[in-house]
């Protein structure tokens, strides 16, 4: 069973900074490219950033410079560093495991974590 769990969300001051992590298990983690998303209240899911099986990264405009995604294949989990954390950043924030093979797609979501940035 594939499970991918987020945790370091909070509240946080505009400027200050947070690191979430997302710890997966059941699946060939260093296979996957993962992604970070979220989701402010009363707006869609949006893509934040990825990083590739390879170490590729790409950041949505909003959090470029103030984002930093990183993987540690050895212990099956991936980073999402911020700083410079405004208001606007406030959102659950999701990790997304994706693989695409010849035969299929698979995509894995974590359940979120809340971030709130107060000004």
């Known amino acids: 069973q594939v499970q991918l769990v987020e945790s370091g969300g909070g509240l946080v001051q505009a400027g200050g900074s947070l690191r979430l992590s997302c710890a997966a298990s059941?699946?060939?983690?260093?296979?996957?490219?993962m992604e970070w998303y979220r989701q402010a209240p009363g707006k869609e899911r949006e893509f934040v950033g990825a990083i590739s099986r390879s170490g590729g990264r790409r950041y949505s405009d909003s959090v470029k410079g103030r984002f930093t995604i990183s993987r540690d294949n050895a212990k099956n989990t991936v980073y999402l560093q911020m700083n410079s954390l405004e208001p606007e950043d406030t959102a659950i924030y999701y990790c997304k495991a994706t693989l695409v093979t010849a035969l299929r797609n698979y995509d894995y979501w974590g359940q979120g974590t809340q971030v709130t940035v107060s000004s």
């Open positions: 059941g699946l060939s983690f260093s296979r996957y490219d």
